[in-house]
């Protein structure tokens, strides 16, 4: 039974909870056999949160991405857009200009997931922080960081940088409304 569990875990965790990914990749009826209680995968949830917001680094990219994946099926996010909210507004103004545009990307989705959950405050807060993030792509000069290159995000160089962070702006003032 443990290992059923933890086997469940690691399918459960792989997919991040999502059932239609299990499904496409032919893991959801393993896992569904498994016969897991929600409140066993509500905890799981939690401990991905946890564990990708602890990873939040201008250097691990990986977790604002998979905060975003996670939002998919997490279903309480305010205090996840709160903690990056706060992560974003304290490090990432040093951050160079692709890892500013990634993290207002992810950071985004989140908002689009999360804003009915949020109060005033901190829906603006977030708001504020992806703005400035774009904004500061848009006006500052071009900075990258030794092992970051542009072409390996889809860019040629800082015109098509700033295109896709007014694309970003574009988006958060169409959420905004």
């Known amino acids: 039974m443990i290992h059923d ?102 950071f985004t989705e989140l908002i689009q997931k999360y804003r009915d959950q949020l109060v005033q405050e901190e829906l603006y807060a977030a708001y504020k922080a992806i703005e400035l993030l774009l904004l500061d792509v848009q006006t500052a000069p071009l900075v990258i960081d030794p092992g970051h290159e542009l072409s390996q995000y889809g860019l040629k160089d800082k015109r098509t940088l700033n295109n896709r962070a007014q694309r970003g702006l574009d988006e958060l003032y169409r959420i905004i409304g």
Do not use: C
């Open 5 to 106: 569990l933890e086997q469940a875990k690691a399918l459960f965790m792989t997919y991040f909870g999502n059932r239609q990914l299990m499904h496409r990749e032919g893991k959801w009826t393993a896992y569904r056999s498994m016969n897991v209680d929600p409140a066993v995968e509500a905890e799981w949830l939690v401990q991905m949160m946890e564990r990708y917001l602890a990873d939040l680094s201008i250097r691990n990219w990986d977790a604002i991405a998979n905060l975003a994946l996670l939002a998919r099926n997490y279903p309480a996010g305010e205090s996840m857009v709160n903690r990056v909210t706060a992560f974003v507004s304290r490090h990432l103004m040093s951050a160079d200009s692709i890892v500013k545009l990634h993290y207002a990307e992810h």
